[in-house]
């Protein structure tokens, strides 16, 4: 199927889409924006696209980038360690006391 230039466009937000970067969602064709916003599953703390490639976990019933997945407090890294959940935040061992 070939567009005219000015009639390939977003199916969500009606952008002009550039033939070398779209995303084709349910038969239609989508821009990269829409596609990160509603289409993509993003990381709990930091609200960016988990792309292709990115390394990620799953925790709390989320995704996380594997470097976002840190005590809520002191920011260690937690992918592969033990952690402690409280109020759908992870901690680590020294800090699961302090949240409490």
Same mark, same amino acid.
């Given at each position: 199927m070939q567009f !005219?230039?000015? #009639?390939?466009?977003?199916?969500? !937000?009606? #952008? /002009?889409?550039?033939?070398?970067?779209?995303?084709?969602?349910?038969?239609? /064709?989508? #821009?990269?924006? $829409?596609f990160a916003k509603t289409m993509s599953t993003k $990381?709990?703390? $930091?609200?960016?696209p988990i792309e292709p490639g990115d390394r990620w976990l799953e925790a709390l019933n989320v995704a996380w980038h594997t470097e976002c997945f840190c005590c809520a407090v002191c920011q260690v890294e937690l992918e592969g360690a033990a952690f402690y959940a409280k109020g759908k935040k992870p901690y680590c061992k020294i800090h699961a006391k302090q949240a409490a």
């Open positions: !005219c230039k000015t #009639c390939f466009l977003c199916a969500k !937000c009606n #952008c /002009q889409l550039d033939p070398n970067g779209y995303h084709l969602w349910e038969g239609a /064709q989508i #821009c990269d924006i $829409c $990381c709990t703390a $930091c609200d960016f």
